[in-house]
């Protein structure tokens, strides 16, 4: 049972090997990504199943006991991100086959796809730091090709910012991590967990906690480390950035979540009220960001910074409520933002501008996709009963609780710009005087709104299905807050 642990991980990484092997044969390749990116949702979907049965399911690869071998752990926590990565990765391998060129797919997209499925499932089911090290390399890897797919002179204008930005990163992880095992002895994070507690994180220990925030904020993107971010998230293909905009900043903020909430949780007043800081600041950059530009590609990709702000501020609150919005938060956000940026890689697509001027009346010539954005856009904003609503709900009904006032009022503020810069889109492009000119391609469409529509599926469910969603992401916020189940479990204690 045990071995279930690492499909999540090789499945993908072995579909990579071979797609390389048939890259040329686009259609060949396209159907086998379409089986295997299918396959391996049902397979992680009962892995999650089990687990949430069962309780955690820890491999000990090579048969090494924990603290001395690598070890996965599919927790609750672990496996819904892995679940809802491979829900993303459905409609991305469906949408591809129109988003991209036959020159592009041929070129080892299919490959590079699975490799980033591979990192991002990793990081999430990795027991050691140094593992999660080598899976933030790996999804790095597999993004470093992917921005450049096509070869435009602005994604290599972008990528050579991305690039030093991430690589100045992992110098930064190695060495802190280096630090840590200098300390205590050890890169297991239930046993470094268990070695804090037990000298109650003195001394350098929490100075090692910052540092390794930092890694994480970089790649999460939070202020001020977010100015990589909005420019190299639209340059590539628009099923790249659907990719990058629902998938990477997530994982640095699931580093965060995991970390503070397992190892370094006994210097609090230091270093969650910090976060509380960098939170607020993160959600006034990053709506500021939105409402300032008219390119379309940009405002969905400065939405995300708001929303790393608000995942932050649940684990700044640390009380079981505000972990519990945080994890939801970060459910939907998946979700919605790979949806928004397949929406407005469709819009891209058909009126030929990403500059929001240009546009108008879209809505009489493609009214499904419009009407998904406009769905998608409520869910951004948090507007009830949509998914965004309960995360955002729980955060701030417990910054009122701690008296947290000022961190309440910017998240309400951000909320409302939030959906002005959405409406703003809705309105310029999709409303309007119907344009004769226009002569709408419905098979194109068609081809257009079926992933889009998956993925909104499954997040107006996290909305609507609260009842359902919610005892799952309630459970995972008792147990994170419980270091010692999570020690316990890999530790075999």
């Given at each position: 049972m045990s071995n279930l642990a690492v499909l999540p991980i090789l499945i993908p990484l072995l579909a990579g090997i071979f797609a390389a092997?048939?890259?040329?044969?686009?259609k060949m390749v396209r159907i086998?990504?379409?089986?295997?990116?299918?396959?391996?949702?049902?397979?992680?979907?009962?892995?999650?199943?089990?687990?949430?049965?069962?309780?955690?399911?820890?491999?000990?690869?090579?048969?090494?006991?924990?603290?001395?071998?690598?070890?996965?752990?599919?927790?609750?926590?672990?496996?819904l991100l892995v679940i809802t990565t491979n829900i993303i990765a459905v409609a991305c391998v469906f949408f591809a086959r129109k988003s991209l060129s036959q020159q592009q797919e041929n070129f080892y997209f299919y490959?590079?796809?699975?490799?980033?499925?591979?990192?991002?499932?990793?990081?999430?089911?990795?027991?050691?730091?140094?593992?999660?090290?080598?899976?933030?390399e790996v999804l790095l890897m597999a993004s470093y090709a992917l921005i450049v797919l096509g070869g435009g002179k602005i994604q290599l204008r972008e990528s050579i910012k991305y690039v030093l930005i991430n690589l100045f990163s992992s110098i930064l992880f190695?060495?802190?991590?280096?630090?840590?095992?200098?300390?205590?002895?050890?890169?297991?994070?239930?046993?470094?967990?268990?070695?804090?507690?037990?000298?109650?994180?003195?001394?350098?220990?929490?100075?090692?906690?910052?540092?390794?925030?930092?890694?994480?904020?970089?790649?999460?993107?939070?202020?001020?480390?977010?100015?990589?971010?909005?420019k190299s998230y639209v340059v590539p293909n628009p099923?790249?950035?659907?990719?990058?905009?629902?998938?990477?900043?997530?994982?640095?903020?699931?580093?965060?979540?995991?970390?503070?909430?397992t190892i370094f949780v006994y210097e609090i007043d230091i270093t969650h009220q910090f976060f509380l800081w960098l939170a607020a600041l993160t959600m006034i950059s990053g709506v500021i960001g939105a409402l300032s530009t008219n390119n379309i590609k940009l405002i969905i990709s400065y939405?995300?910074?708001?929303?790393?702000?608000?995942?932050l501020m649940g684990i700044g609150l640390y009380t079981e409520a505000s972990i519990s919005g945080s994890i939801y938060y970060l459910l939907h956000d998946m979700i919605v933002k790979g949806t928004l940026f397949l929406i407005v890689g469709a819009i891209v697509a058909i009126t030929g501008t990403s500059d929001l001027r240009k546009m108008g009346g879209l809505i009489h010539h493609y009214p499904v996709i419009g009407w998904l954005f406009f769905v998608a856009s409520l869910t951004l904003a948090g507007i009830p009963p949509f998914s965004g609503f309960i995360g955002k709900l729980l955060l701030l009904q417990?910054?009122?609780?701690?008296?947290?006032?000022?961190?309440?009022?910017?998240?309400?503020i951000t909320s409302l710009l939030i959906l002005f810069s959405m409406i703003r889109i809705f309105i310029q492009a999709f409303w309007g005087e119907k344009d004769d000119t226009i002569t709408p391609n419905r098979i194109k469409s068609r081809a257009y709104a079926w992933p889009i529509a998956f993925l909104v599926a499954f997040s107006v469910f996290l909305g609507v299905g609260a009842e359902y969603v919610y005892p799952m992401v309630e459970d995972i916020s008792t147990y994170l807050l419980d270091p010692s189940q999570y020690i316990d479990s890999v530790l075999k204690e």
């Open positions: 092997f048939i890259h040329n044969k686009t086998f990504s379409i089986i295997v990116s299918i396959s391996n949702l049902v397979v992680v979907s009962y892995i999650g199943y089990l687990v949430f049965q069962n309780g955690s399911i820890i491999l000990e690869t090579g048969g090494w006991k924990a603290p001395y071998g690598i070890v996965l752990v599919a927790d609750m926590l672990s496996i490959t590079f796809f699975f490799l980033l499925i591979t990192g991002v499932s990793g990081a999430f089911l990795t027991g050691d730091l140094f593992n999660l090290f080598v899976f933030f190695v060495t802190v991590v280096s630090f840590l095992y200098s300390v205590v002895g050890t890169v297991n994070m239930a046993q470094i967990a268990e070695r804090v507690q037990e000298v109650e994180q003195r001394g350098i220990l929490t100075t090692i906690a910052i540092l390794l925030f930092f890694v994480f904020a970089t790649k999460a993107a939070v202020f001020p480390l977010y100015y990589w971010l909005p099923v790249v950035s659907a990719l990058f905009g629902a998938l990477l900043t997530k994982v640095g903020i699931y580093s965060i979540l995991r970390v503070f909430t939405n995300i910074i708001p929303a790393v702000g608000f995942m417990e910054g009122l609780a701690q008296d947290q006032i000022a961190i309440v009022i910017i998240g309400l």
